[in-house]
């Protein structure tokens, strides 16, 4: 899918934006992964400290999807690492976006996806399984609905509840 400059996006939207249907999450996340630049309609994934939902999410066939996942900021382990990147990889999504961390970043960093996340951390998640998936989150105060389309690039993550890239 063809990229679109989210400075341009956000000149473009202006009152999209004004309104709430088109709204850029704080600029609080560090890119890992090839892709530096993706888009796709989101799938979300709402855990804390439990990663289970997001290896479940990324085996599903990814369809050029952005898989959003809810950590609830966690700061004390990673939601993604290097086998999880890959799986969704060959999936076919075109990238994960992780409020919470990630680890094995020189293995995530070799995968063609792009991925966003707060930090990285050695430490791997807990195998419990709960969660929520296809929810309605919030992350650093915005509102993502699944099916809603995410667009992210060197300037930041946009969030639409429609297709821009069609505009
Ligand atoms: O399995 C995990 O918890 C995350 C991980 O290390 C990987 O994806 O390689």
């Not at 999410?57 to 700061?75: F, H, I, K, P």
């Not at 970043?105 to 996806?113: G, K, T």
Request: proline content about 3%; glycine content about 12%; charged content about 20%.
């Amino acid at each position: 899918m063809e990229t679109v400059a989210t400075t341009d996006l956000c000149d473009a939207h202006m009152d999209a934006i004004a309104a709430g249907d088109v709204r850029v999450l704080p600029p609080s996340f560090q890119s890992y992964g090839r892709r530096r630049c993706f888009v796709g309609p989101i799938t979300t994934v709402k855990v804390f400290e439990d990663n289970v939902l997001v290896r479940e999410a990324l085996e599903e066939a990814g369809q050029g999807r952005v898989l959003v996942v809810d950590g609830g900021a966690s700061l004390r382990c990673a939601l993604l690492g290097g086998n999880l990147a890959l799986i969704g990889q060959n999936n076919g999504w075109s990238g994960i976006i992780v409020n919470g961390c990630v680890r094995d970043v020189d293995e995530i960093n070799a995968c063609d996806i792009g991925v966003r996340a707060l930090a990285s951390h050695p430490l791997k998640s807990v195998k419990k399984g709960e969660g929520s998936k296809d929810c309605v989150i919030t992350i650093g105060g915005v509102r993502i609905a699944p099916g809603e389309w995410c667009y992210v690039d060197n300037d930041g993550i946009v969030v639409s509840s429609t297709n821009l890239s069609k505009l």
